[in-house]
């Protein structure tokens, strides 16, 4: 697709719209450096003019002093002053430098905090939008750097602007329309360059998808997770064409862009080259003609063809601010996106003791048509363990994931002791809450600190990792690994033990425990790595554990799910049957059969 073709919203960011948020990102980050960066800016600024005032008075002094020895000292004075102010732009040169290599560290780190800051805000909603997730990326893309670049170039327009009002001062005595051709010569070759600069950012945004794939496909391609599969299925051709295919689509893209930006940007160059010369002309001729000494003729060549380039650095810094704010609005736009009103309060319920009532709850997914659920009508006591029941996509992880409030029902109430999630605190209800899913995370940070997340305000304590390590029935094999509750798990960092599956789901269930607050255990198919005698006997231990609370177990091994005080039926997101396992059997519905099914398999 050609960039004409793109399309054209650029989200209204004018050239200086972010221009202030940004200093006032970068003034906050450091505010001695960005004053020091200001003024090294300013003066660095101004000794550009002061350093061809100086040559012309050299050349002056010299062409005066030929046959003359005793003004062979002002000469040698004037040579002395313009290398003192030559010494003071380059110090002033490096001092920028500086400023900018240590602001663009600690920006970088403060923008990307507050890039996590605000995934931290999101509803699992947002994180499961493809949209979303193309902002996020873009922002992460470059985000992180266009703060300071805009700054710089506000900077570096400063600079420049100082330098060319200087320039113009001094060439203002020889004429003012040379001043003016100065100005002039160097627009064609800007809009030309904000035109492109507009273009690229508009093939940026409309390619992020393109972008994400890629970045899969390494992820794919490069993890230790994914290469068992990638080799077994001879993947890795595959995947990677499908990696060289994306480039080559977006390689034309930029080098269609490339091309026609450079080959404007060389023809409308010569209008200021052109322009440059025809003033060389203009100037020479008058030297000879006596209208201006040899000293000014130098200068006002210096002043001109300087005065050139600095009209050309405004005008680029100009462009590259509008491209800066372009880029800008793809931070902020990610930024300012609205966060789930966590409005409740609630620490504890109206009629503590009560557990969790379901009551009408129906829920679909955010673009999609088909709930998940449909009119859950249940109430979980505590000191009562539950078993759900159900075909993979049947609903129950999604009933789990409206319990522990990373989703809202669309309709219909759950209540924790009397009191509506949406009226909890979202840190007070969590704490109620330990969950094992089956996709838990295997952090690569070491044993005591995989338990220890469970509750992050004791996640060094090592005391609360063995007592949570023996309630998951882990501390017999940590106990053997090489340094114990310190050995840093995967395999990303140096030392790094990998542990089995069935380890992993004990470290998990571990972790479940490392919250003593919570008095709701969920297992979502915490033990599928496990023989079934080993979740048979895991479960029980976890019963006895458990007693006084409310437990929910997701299993398809029904020599477990029997265990439970109530099994609970999902068909098609909906409650079909419920009651103990012998009320179930006697009824010869669906749990019957899948189990009948499942026993027969073992005969």
């Given at each position: ?6 399309p ?21 980050t ?15 600024g ?8 100086v ?87 470059e ?38 051709i ?26 992020s ?34 990696y ?51 000293g ?37 736009e ?32 955010p ?18 363990s ?34 509506d999630l ?50 998951g ?25 990998e ?87 006697a ?17």
């Amino acid at each position: 697709m050609q960039p004409d073709a793109l399309p054209q919203k650029t989200d209204g960011a004018g050239v200086l719209r972010y221009a202030g948020r940004a200093l006032a990102l970068v003034w906050s980050t450091n505010k001695t450096l960005t004053v020091v960066f200001a003024l090294l800016t300013l003066a660095t600024g101004l000794l550009p003019a002061a350093i061809a005032f100086v040559g012309q008075l050299i050349v002056d002094a010299v062409v005066a002093a030929i046959g003359e020895p005793a003004l062979y000292r002002q000469a040698l004075i004037y040579i002395g002053i313009e290398a003192v102010l030559v010494a003071l732009v380059s110090a002033g040169s490096r001092g920028i430098s500086m400023c900018q290599s240590l602001l663009r560290a600690q920006l970088g780190h403060r923008v990307n905090v507050l890039i996590l800051e605000k995934a931290q805000e999101l509803s699992m909603t947002q994180f499961e939008d493809s949209e979303f997730y193309d902002k996020l990326t873009r922002a992460r893309r470059e985000a992180s750097s266009r703060p300071l670049s805009l700054v710089n170039r506000t900077f570096t327009l400063m600079q420049n602007a100082v330098t060319l009002t200087s320039y113009a001062v001094l060439l203002l005595q020889f004429s003012a329309w040379a001043v003016l051709i100065l100005f002039i010569a160097g627009f064609p070759s800007f809009f030309a360059e904000t035109k492109f600069a507009g273009d690229a950012f508009r093939l940026f945004r409309w390619r992020s998808p393109e972008s994400r794939m890629q970045m899969y496909l390494e992820t794919v391609l490069a993890r230790e997770d994914h290469a068992k599969e990638v080799k077994l299925f001879r993947l890795g051709p595959l995947f990677l064409q499908r990696y060289r295919d994306i480039f080559s689509r977006l390689y034309a893209e930029d080098r269609s862009l490339t091309l026609r930006r450079e080959t404007w940007g060389l023809v409308l160059g010569l209008v200021a080259t052109a322009a440059f010369y025809a003033v060389y002309a203009w100037i020479g001729i008058s030297t000879m003609r006596g209208a201006i000494s040899l000293g000014e003729m130098t200068m006002y060549l210096l002043v001109f063809r300087q005065g050139q380039t600095a009209v050309a650095a405004c005008l680029s810094a100009i462009g590259g601010m509008y491209e800066d704010n372009l880029y800008l609005s793809n931070l902020y736009e990610y930024l300012e996106q609205s966060s789930p009103d966590a409005s409740g309060q609630a620490a504890r319920g109206e009629k503590p003791g009560d557990g969790v009532r379901f009551t009408g709850v129906r829920f679909t997914y955010p673009g999609s048509r088909r709930p998940v659920l449909h009119d859950i009508n249940l109430h979980l006591r505590p000191g009562e363990s539950f078993a759900l029941v159900g075909e993979n996509g049947a609903g129950k992880t999604t009933l789990i994931k409206l319990l522990t409030g990373l989703y809202t029902p669309n309709a219909g109430t759950i209540e924790l002791d009397g009191t509506d999630l949406r009226d909890w605190d979202p840190q007070h209800l969590r704490r109620r809450i330990g969950v094992i899913f089956q996709d838990f995370a295997r952090y690569q940070i070491t044993v005591g600190e995989n338990i220890g997340v469970g509750d992050v305000e004791r996640v060094n304590d090592p005391a609360g990792w063995s007592k949570a390590a023996e309630q998951g029935m882990a501390d017999a094999f940590i106990t053997e690994l090489p340094a114990g509750y310190d050995t840093q798990l995967g395999s990303w960092f140096r030392d790094g033990q990998e542990l089995s599956s069935g380890q992993w789901q004990k470290i998990a269930l571990s972790r479940a425990f490392m919250d003593s607050h919570a008095d709701i255990l969920v297992m979502d198919e915490p033990t599928a790595s496990m023989d079934a005698a080993a979740e048979a006997a895991l479960f029980e231990h976890f019963r006895k554990l458990t007693n006084d609370k409310i437990t929910i177990l997701i299993s398809h091994r029904f020599s477990t799910v029997r265990r439970a005080d109530q099994i609970v039926v999902i068909q098609n997101g909906r409650i079909t049957e419920r009651g103990t396992h012998a009320e179930l059997m006697a009824l010869r519905g669906h749990y019957a059969t899948l189990f009948s099914l499942q026993a027969e398999g073992y005969r």
